[in-house]
């Protein structure tokens, strides 16, 4: 005759192995997602780094171009940020007139000439790359500049936020 004994562990097993199937999966997700924002915050990163070397650059371009204590109104631009955003951004060309070693160009022109090509830069390397630069009010004290640019992974659509 059969013993009619039970086995209260029958089955235990199989439920450990699934819960512990469920906590890795959720250890996978959560490290997929960590690795995803660890790759967003790297370009922003970068996108910063740029933005601090293109700053350098147009400061760099105002001290070699100073003649005199007004030299910094020159360089002045005042857009707004969302007037400069993808359609509405305007025409970056410039003229090669100060671009060569025989050219002779005047404090004005050549303001102009680095102003177009420092912000086609910009544009060149930010997403939706975007300036603001505001000489202060006492001559040659200095400078109000800011860069914003979109975030891309915020884009959707027509919706942009701009980081600055």
């Given at each position: 005759?059969?013993?009619?004994?039970?086995?209260?562990?029958?089955?235990?097993?199989?439920?450990?192995?699934?819960?512990?199937?469920?906590?890795?999966?959720?250890?996978?997700?959560?490290?997929?997602?960590?690795?995803?924002?660890?790759?967003?915050?790297?370009?922003?990163?970068?996108?910063?780094?740029?933005?601090?070397?293109?700053?350098?650059?147009?400061?760099?371009?105002?001290?070699?171009?100073?003649?005199?204590?007004?030299?910094?109104?020159?360089y002045?631009?005042?857009?707004?940020?969302?007037d400069?955003?993808?359609?509405?951004?305007?025409?970056?060309?410039?003229?090669?007139?100060c671009?060569?070693?025989?050219?002779?160009?005047n404090?004005?022109?050549?303001?102009?000439?680095?102003?177009?090509?420092?912000?086609?830069?910009?544009?060149?390397?930010?997403?939706?790359?975007?300036?603001?630069?505001?000489?202060?009010?006492?001559?040659?004290?200095?400078?109000?500049?800011w860069?914003?640019?979109?975030?891309?992974?915020?884009?959707?659509?027509?919706?942009?936020?701009?980081?600055?």
């Amino acid at each position: 005759m059969m013993s009619s004994r039970s086995h209260p562990q029958a089955g235990v097993g199989l439920i450990e192995l699934l819960v512990a199937v469920v906590i890795a999966t959720l250890g996978l997700l959560s490290l997929a997602g960590l690795q995803a924002y660890a790759l967003r915050y790297t370009k922003l990163s970068q996108y910063r780094a740029i933005a601090t070397q293109l700053a350098l650059d147009i400061t760099e371009r105002i001290r070699a171009n100073r003649v005199d204590a007004t030299s910094t109104a020159r360089y002045e631009f005042k857009q707004k940020f969302t007037d400069q955003l993808g359609s509405q951004a305007p025409n970056l060309s410039y003229s090669a007139a100060c671009n060569s070693a025989t050219a002779t160009c005047n404090v004005a022109a050549l303001a102009t000439d680095d102003m177009a090509q420092w912000r086609a830069t910009v544009r060149n390397l930010l997403p939706d790359g975007s300036v603001y630069l505001e000489p202060d009010a006492a001559p040659a004290t200095g400078l109000n500049l800011w860069i914003g640019w979109s975030d891309p992974a915020q884009v959707t659509g027509g919706d942009r936020t701009v980081n600055e």
